[in-house]
């Protein structure tokens, strides 16, 4: 468990640096709109390589297992990826909203509902895929796999959380 939880903090601290510039680095290099899909398609890469480290090392399947797993697992990636990218859409438009001064009452209310509704579609593809791997492997590896999918998703959230400015808060005047 030790071991998991430095691989876990590694992959965290590194997600987290990457995603993230020092505050000297924030306003040059930060990637164009036009430039976003790209950097967070790198980003997303190296995190999924990070991922598949972790699990590896926390299910120890055997060849057996892991012909079973992997392609559950492909599918799954499938799946959360586009849900990552309906938040990416969501995480951009409020920051638009925001830098221009017009997030109200009316959109806001939209963003958090479709929010909500992302938090919700992460949420039923954990379930539906702890029932692919309980039935093609066995419960105790479909735990396994929540229980990396969870800490992962922490680390992610809390990188935007960290990253994303208070709602009703003023954006920051441009130098």
């Known amino acids: 468990m030790k071991n998991l939880t430095r691989l876990l903090t590694l992959i965290g601290a ?4 990457q995603g993230c510039a020092s505050p000297g680095e924030h306003k040059t290099s930060a990637p164009m709109p036009d430039d976003t899909r790209a950097f967070f398609e790198v980003l997303r890469s190296d995190f999924n390589a990070g991922k598949i480290r972790a699990l590896n090392e926390v299910m120890k399947l055997t ?3 892991a012909e079973k797993f992997w392609p559950v697992y492909r599918d799954y990636e ?3 990826s586009a849900v990552g990218d309906r938040k990416l859409v969501l995480i951009r438009e409020f920051a638009a909203h925001h830098q221009a001064g017009t997030l109200n009452e009316a959109n806001s209310k939209e963003l958090a509902q479709r929010w909500l509704v992302n938090v919700q579609d992460r949420l039923d ?6 029932r692919k791997i309980s039935d ?3 419960p105790v590896r479909a735990a396994q796999f929540l229980q990396v999918e969870n800490q992962m998703a922490l680390f992610v959230d809390i990188s935007i959380a960290s990253e994303m ?3 009703g808060s003023a954006p920051k ?3």
């Open 173 to 175: 005047a441009k130098p």
């Open 14 to 17: 590194a997600a987290l640096l």
């Open 165 to 167: 400015p208070a709602v």
């Open 125 to 130: 593809l954990w379930k539906k895929y702890h």
């Open 63 to 65: 060849a057996p297992e």
């Open 136 to 138: 093609a492997v066995s």
């Open 78 to 80: 499938q799946e959360i």
